[in-house]
């Protein structure tokens, strides 16, 4: 059994990841905020980001909907302090959190996990579960991206080292008991194309009524080998960096005296005399 601790310190390391992704942006990061966003409303007034990371759902949110208020919670405590760092918004919120108590009971219209359900350790789900329900508002919603069945599969066959320290592979069924333990249903549930077919799962619960949501969908994997995808992103964003990244980039120079390298693994220190590279 994977303990909390474990679990925590892995996530401390996992920051250059999570800061070029934030600058940069990836395909299946973007299509999973595009969704994300489309079940927010106008009545929306707060949302729980739970596994935020350092924040970059939590900041898009709040940036695409001006009267928004977040709470993004992380089980890592590092991830929460570069989140902290990064916001200046006051309509969001970072604590740390391993989500076994509710941060506020029945306050959140909507509770969002982009890849995140798939971490949770088995035999902590119904604690998880719990606290999720007794977070969410009388007519709320959850929100989930998770990497399909086919996908986690593959990666555990032919590339296990994409997979984390708690990687499960979870479908439709575990939906339905997650749903049902917090007095919901599954009101969205369907497969996604980002660099394959079917790589991916969108998930809506609802304690209300159906809910309208976007499915964005990707031309990548009906064109090109995976391989050869995503050497034509790397290459696109190259040439056309967007004035937002490049802020992004600043703001990460800035807040951290790091400049993020483009390559995914490692990053140069700009402050002090030394260059480290990490990860």
């Not at 679990?7 to 395909?27: K, T």
């Amino acid at each position: 059994m994977t303990t909390n601790a474990e679990i925590s310190q892995f996530y401390d390391q996992f920051n250059i990841r999570l800061l070029r992704d934030f600058i940069y942006g990836n395909l299946r990061l973007n299509m999973a905020l595009q969704f994300v966003k489309s079940a927010v409303t106008s009545d929306v007034k707060n949302v729980l980001d739970v596994g935020c990371g350092i924040g970059t759902t939590s900041l898009a949110l709040a940036k695409s909907f001006p009267e928004l208020k977040v709470l993004g919670v992380d089980i890592s405590a590092q991830n929460i302090q570069a989140a902290s760092r990064l916001s200046a918004n006051e309509r969001i919120e970072f604590s740390v959190s391993d989500m076994t108590t509710p941060p506020r009971v029945n306050s959140f219209e909507v509770i969002t996990m982009v890849d995140v359900y798939e971490h949770i350790p088995c035999e902590a789900r119904s604690v998880f579960h719990a606290t999720v329900g007794r977070s969410l508002a009388e007519n709320g919603i959850v929100v989930l991206t998770t990497p399909s069945r086919k996908h986690q599969e593959w990666l555990a066959e032919f590339e296990p080292e994409g997979l984390q320290i708690v990687d499960e592979i979870v479908d439709r069924s575990h939906f339905e008991v997650f749903a049902k333990e917090i007095g919901a249903s599954v009101v969205a549930h369907q497969s996604v194309n980002v660099w394959t077919p079917g790589q991916y799962c969108y998930t809506v619960l609802s304690r209300g009524q159906s809910v309208g949501v976007t499915i964005p969908s990707s031309e990548w994997s009906r064109r090109f080998p995976l391989g050869l995808q995503r050497r034509i992103e790397s290459r696109l964003s190259r040439l056309k960096e967007s004035a937002d990244a490049k802020q992004r980039r600043a703001q990460v120079r800035e807040v951290f005296g790091v400049d993020i390298d483009r390559k995914s693994h490692r990053w140069l220190t700009t402050r002090g005399n030394e260059t480290a590279i990490a990860g």
